[in-house]
Nanobody, 126 residues
Framework: QVQLVESGGGLVQAGGSLRLSCVAS????????MGWFRQAPGKEREFVAA??????????AYADSVKGRFTISRDNAKNTVYLQMNSLKPEDTAVYYC?????????????????WGQGTQVTVSS
């Protein structure tokens, strides 16, 4: 059983930056692909970014809406995945969730993720 705890959310002005962290416990962190999703009020949960599990190469995937602004990374020694968010926009406002998947590669579907954190609120003011 994998437990995920996110942190780093908050209130920021448009154009600002935040870095989200997600610490994993239980299971083998390096064996899981990790993803970030977000959910705004009244909307479905959507894919933000993903990073593959540890291997010869690391693969990344991003939603078109965040490409060039957000960066996902992982530190296996700390069992932590990060989401660096720059040039934030009001439309980035949402609850951000970290998720873990045993499926190889990078996955953008919520169905591919077995474990989820409780979420952290990100609010971007205009």
């Amino acid at each position: 059983q994998v437990q995920l705890v996110e942190s780093g959310g908050g209130l920021v002005q448009a154009g600002g930056s935040l870095r989200l962290s997600c610490v994993a416990s239980g299971g083998t962190f390096s064996s899981n692909a990790m993803g970030w999703f977000r959910q705004a009020p009244g909307k479905e949960r959507e894919f933000v970014a993903a990073i593959s599990r540890t291997g010869l190469r690391t693969y990344y995937a991003y939603a078109d809406s965040v490409k060039g602004r957000f960066t996902i990374s992982r530190d296996n020694a700390k069992n932590t995945v990060y989401l660096q968010m720059n040039s934030l926009k009001p439309e980035d406002t949402a609850v951000y969730y970290c998720a873990a998947s045993p499926v190889p590669g990078t996955r953008s579907s919520t169905n591919d993720y077995n474990y989820w954190g409780q979420g952290t609120q990100v609010t971007v003011s205009s």
